[in-house]
C-alpha cells in the first residue's frame, strides 16, 4: 500500500475537524424568521451544490485536456471528478426537495433553477455511461459531454435572477446574518476540503488502474497469456 | 508512426472558443442579471401553500437531509474503497505470475 503524501494527511485532518465542529455551530446558529427550523437544510445544500458546480468544471478542464492534447491525466481527472459531480449533485437535488417540502409545501417544482440542475446531473450520469459503455471512442465522447455539461452551471448560477421563480436569489449568501455566516463559511470549507481529499481518493484508484492496465500490456507482450483464454 | 493530430487540435480549438464565447455572453446576462436584481435575503414563504391542518416535522426533514449526505457519501467512499482493493489484488496476482519470486 503507497503511502499517504503529508498534504493528503493534512487535507483530511483539516476537513475532519471542520465537518465535526460545523454541525455544533449549525445548532447553535438562528433560526430563520419565516421558514424557521428546516431552513438549517441550507448549511449543508448549498456546500453540496457548489462542490456539484466546482467538480463540474474540473471535469470539463480535464476532459479539455484530453480532447486537445490527449492527455490521459487530464482524462483520469476528468473521470474521478466526475463521479463526486454526480455524487454531490444527488446530495443537491435530494436535500433540496426536503427543504422544499416544508417551505413551499410541495417537494418538486418544474422549476429553472431545479430543472437545470437536474439536466446538469443528467448530463453528468450520461458522462459515465459514455465512458463505461461506450467502446473505443467513448472516452472522447464522454469528454464532450462534460464540456457541454459546464455550460449550464453558468445558467444554474443566473436562472433565479433571470426568470421568475420560487427558489432563493443568490443575494442569500451575501446577506446572510451575522449569526448564520460562521457555521455556513465553515461548512462550506469543511466540504471543500473533504471534496479534494474524495478526488485524490478516487485518483489514486485510476492510477492503479493504469498500472494494472500497464502491466497487463507487459505480461501479454512477454507471452504469459499464450496458452490462456 | 506518429498519428497526426493538427486537425483534431483546429477542431478542438473551433470548438472551445464556440465554448468561451457562450461563456461570454453568459457572463453579461448575469452581470445585466446582477445589475437589476433587488438585494433581499430568504424568499418569504407563504404558509398556506400547505393544506390546513397539514404539519410536517421539520426536524424529520432535517434528519433525512443531514443522514441522506452521510449515508451517500459512506456509501461512495466505501465503493471506491473496494474498487481499489480488487485492483489491488488483480494487481499482486499478475505480478505473482510475472515473477513468481514475489
Known sequence: ?229 | MTPDFSMARNEMRRLLSIFAVCLFFTGLAFAEAKHTQDAEGFEPVASDMLQRGESIPASRLIAAAYGFIFVALTVWVGSVAARARRVEEELMALRKKIDPKI
Open chain 1, 1 to 229: 500500500v503507497k503511502r499517504l503524501s503529508p498534504i493528503y494527511l493534512a487535507l483530511l485532518f483539516m476537513s475532519t475537524v471542520a465537518l465535526l465542529f460545523a454541525p455544533q455551530l449549525i445548532v447553535a446558529a438562528p433560526r430563520e424568521s419565516t421558514m424557521g427550523l428546516v431552513q438549517k437544510i441550507f448549511y449543508f445544500h448549498v456546500p453540496s451544490a457548489w462542490l456539484c458546480f466546482l467538480s463540474t468544471f474540473v471535469c470539463a478542464s480535464g476532459a479539455a485536456a484530453y480532447l486537445s492534447r490527449e492527455s490521459e491525466r487530464g482524462e483520469r481527472l476528468a473521470a474521478s471528478a466526475a463521479e463526486l459531480t454526480v455524487l454531490f449533485g444527488l446530495c443537491t437535488l435530494v436535500t433540496g426537495p426536503l427543504w422544499a417540502r416544508k417551505a413551499w409545501g410541495t417537494y418538486w417544482q418544474w422549476d429553472v433553477r431545479l430543472t437545470t440542475t437536474l439536466l446538469l446531473w443528467m448530463i453528468f450520469i450520461a458522462y459515465l455511461f459514455a465512458r463505461r459503455f461506450g467502446g473505443p471512442g467513448g472516452k472522447k465522447l464522454a469528454a464532450g459531454l462534460a464540456i457541454f455539461g459546464a455550460a449550464d452551471v453558468p445558467l444554474i448560477y443566473v436562472s433565479v435572477s433571470i426568470w421568475r421563480t420560487i427558489h432563493p436569489k443568490t443575494t442569500v449568501v451575501p446577506t446572510l446574518q451575522a449569526g448564520m455566516r460562521g457555521p455556513f463559511w465553515l461548512s462550506l470549507l469543511g466540504f471543500s476540503l473533504f471534496y479534494f481529499v474524495l478526488l485524490g481518493m478516487r485518483l489514486r484508484l485510476e492510477r492503479a488502474r493504469l498500472e494494472l492496465e500497464a502491466l497487463h500490456l507487459a505480461a501479454d507482450d512477454a507471452g504469459l497469456f499464450d496458452g490462456e483464454e
